[in-house]
Structures are given as C-alpha cells and as structure tokens.
C-alpha cells in the first residue's frame, strides 16, 4: 500500500504517518525528517537543506526528488510507504507519479489532514520534537511522560527552529501557494481523501483506517 499524507505544516501528517506505519508495517518516509537527519549528523546535503528549511522555503526539486526515490527504492520499501510531506509541489508530485508508472505501480491514497492555519499557529508553538527518533508531542494536547524527554526512546525534546511563530506564517504561505494545489492534482486521480485534523488524534486515525481498510 502507497499512501501519501497531504496537509499544512503542522497538520498532523507526521503523527498519522507514523500510527499508520506502525499497524500497517510499512515505512514511514518524511522528507523532513531526512533533511532533520542529515543537519545532525552534519552532511552536506543537511547543511544545504537548512538553509531553506530555517527560511521557512522549500528544499528545491531537484534535490528533495533525488533523496525521495533514493529512500523508496530501498528493500523495505518493497510492500509500500506512507509518504509524509512529500511531494509538496506538482513537479514532485508528477516524479513520483512517472518513477510508479515504470514499475506499473502508482500512490492508492492521498489523505489530506485538513487544519485551519489558525489552529496550526498554535499548535507548532507547542510542539517538541525529539532530537534522536524524531517523535512528536505538544506541551499541551500530547505531552510526554516526563517533560522534556522523549517517551520511546528517552532522549532530549526540542522546539524545531522552524516552528518559530515568524517562520510558521512563512511556511502557510509556501503551503497554500505550492502545496495545496496537490488536493485538486489527486482529487482528479480518484484517490483523495479528506480527514478533519481538528479532531483528537485517536479519533482522525480510525477514520484513517476506516479508509484504509
Ligand atoms: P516537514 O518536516 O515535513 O514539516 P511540515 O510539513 O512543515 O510539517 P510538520 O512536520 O511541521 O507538521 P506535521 O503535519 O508532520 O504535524 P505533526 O504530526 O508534527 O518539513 C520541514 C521543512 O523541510 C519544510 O518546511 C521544507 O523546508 C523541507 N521539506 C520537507 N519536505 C520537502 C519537500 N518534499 N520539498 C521541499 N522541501 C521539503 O503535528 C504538529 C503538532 O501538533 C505536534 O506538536 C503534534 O503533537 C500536535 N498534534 C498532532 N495531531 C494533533 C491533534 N489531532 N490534535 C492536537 N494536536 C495534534
Ligand atoms: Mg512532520
């Protein structure tokens, strides 16, 4: 099963993503998280991506597609993946679609969290992430055990430098001028669907899986 997660930054796509790898054991593959990775163990290629990412910009095409489909075409990705943030523009998006169609294969579902950028504001200021597996909490709707420590693997909690109040605004506008436009790319293909990400997330997960199967 290919799954693609759809949403504003903030969204909630990482949180599902990794609850739908989990029961469906597949990979859960974000772009993010690689350039994250890669800026910690200092690697050129995370160096690179910093310097948008702080900018709240997006890591441009040509790399991000090269690290996405370097990740997808690795034996655990035999089975499926669920994407979560990317693509995040139509010429990433059509990447992907091509790299598929030569393996007779394409994405089953695209589903997108859909949150008010209000909501979103709110949450990302709240939000800590681990600095080793890179789980998610927020300080008020899903805190950790202990504060400050991450739950699955105990290791120090951060606030990410791009969820700076000034720089989340920065990464809306990205998100509804770039990103968003992929809703009407995979509603033409059949396979959107929309979940409510204001909802707990226990709650937006079974509708996942009732969509899922
Ligand atoms: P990336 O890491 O993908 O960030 P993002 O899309 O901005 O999304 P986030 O990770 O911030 O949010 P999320 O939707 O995963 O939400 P989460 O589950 O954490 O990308 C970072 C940067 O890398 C980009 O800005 C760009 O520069 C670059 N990049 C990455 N991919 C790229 C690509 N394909 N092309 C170009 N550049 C790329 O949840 C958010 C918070 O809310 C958490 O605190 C969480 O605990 C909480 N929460 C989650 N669900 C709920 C709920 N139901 N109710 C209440 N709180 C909730
Ligand atoms: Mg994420």
């Known amino acids: 099963m ?3 997660m759809l949403g504003a930054p903030g969204a909630g796509k990482g949180t599902q993503a990794k609850m739908i790898a989990e029961k469906y054991g597949i990979p859960h593959v974000s772009t993010g998280d690689i350039f994250r ?6 690697t050129e290629l995370g160096l690179e991506a910093k310097k948008y990412m702080d900018a709240g910009q997006l890591v441009p095409d040509e ?4 690290i996405l489909l370097d990740r997808v075409a690795q034996d655990d990705c035999k089975n499926g ?8 523009t139509i010429p990433q998006a ?3 679609e091509d790299a598929l169609t030569k393996l007779n294969d394409s994405v089953d579902y695209a ?8 909501a979103i504001v709110e949450r990302m200021g709240g939000r800590r992430a681990c600095v080793k597996c890179g789980a998610t909490y927020h300080i008020v709707n899903i805190p950790p055990k202990k504060e400050g420590i991450c739950d699955t693997c105990g290791s ?27 809703v009407d790319f995979y509603s033409k293909k059949g396979i959107l669907k929309d979940v ?14 009732g969509i899922l199967g």
């Open 94 to 96: 059509e990447v992907l």
């Open 37 to 42: 990775a890669n800026l910690k163990a200092g």
């Open 156 to 182: 120090e909690l951060i606030l990410r430098d791009d969820d700076k109040p000034e720089t989340v605004q920065k990464r809306l506008n990205v998100y509804h001028e770039q990103t968003q436009p992929l």
């Open 63 to 66: 790399l991000t597609v090269r």
């Open 2 to 4: 290919k799954i693609i």
């Open 196 to 209: 409510d990400g204001t909802k707990g997330m226990q709650e937006i997960f079974a509708e996942i899986c």
């Open 81 to 88: 993946y669920v994407l979560d943030g990317f693509p995040r």
């Open 111 to 118: 589903i997108n969290v859909e949150v008010p950028d209000e």
